[in-house]
């Protein structure tokens, strides 16, 4: 059984910081891809940050130089450093993971139970 444990989020004043963090507990064989989306009410669920294979990494344009994202692939963990929050930054953030469970298995796409963020102005 592959879980993404979630912490972090809450709320905060613009122009303040908050940290979420992501483990990937239980049994696999490998993790492609680790990162952060989130959704907002009444919009899609969007990519903010990911990690690719422990080397490439992708952000939304809306977050590029305000956030960062680090991924421990020792400690299969992925966080995103979230400053200079703005209230537009306000959503529901999901732990996003592509978990090969098993060798002769393909990959499958794994979400956090997401964890809310609150910009106030």
């Known amino acids: 059984q592959v879980q993404l444990v979630e912490s972090g989020g809450g709320l905060v004043q613009a122009g303040g910081s908050l940290r979420l963090s992501c483990k990937a507990a239980?049994?696999?064989?490998?993790?492609?891809?680790m990162g952060w989306y989130r959704q907002a009410p009444g919009k899609q669920r969007e990519l903010v940050a990911n990690n690719i294979r422990g080397d490439r990494t992708n952000y939304a344009d809306s977050v590029k130089g305000r956030f960062t994202i680090s991924r421990d692939n020792a400690k299969n963990t992925v966080d995103l450093q979230m400053n200079s929050l703005k209230p537009e930054d306000t959503a529901v953030y999901y732990c996003?993971?592509?978990?090969?469970?098993?060798?002769?298995?393909?990959?499958?796409?794994?979400w956090g139970q997401g964890t809310q963020v609150t910009v106030s102005s």
């Open positions: 996003h993971a592509v978990i090969r469970r098993y060798s002769n298995e393909s990959p499958r796409d794994y």
């Open positions: 239980g049994s696999y064989f490998s993790i492609n891809a």
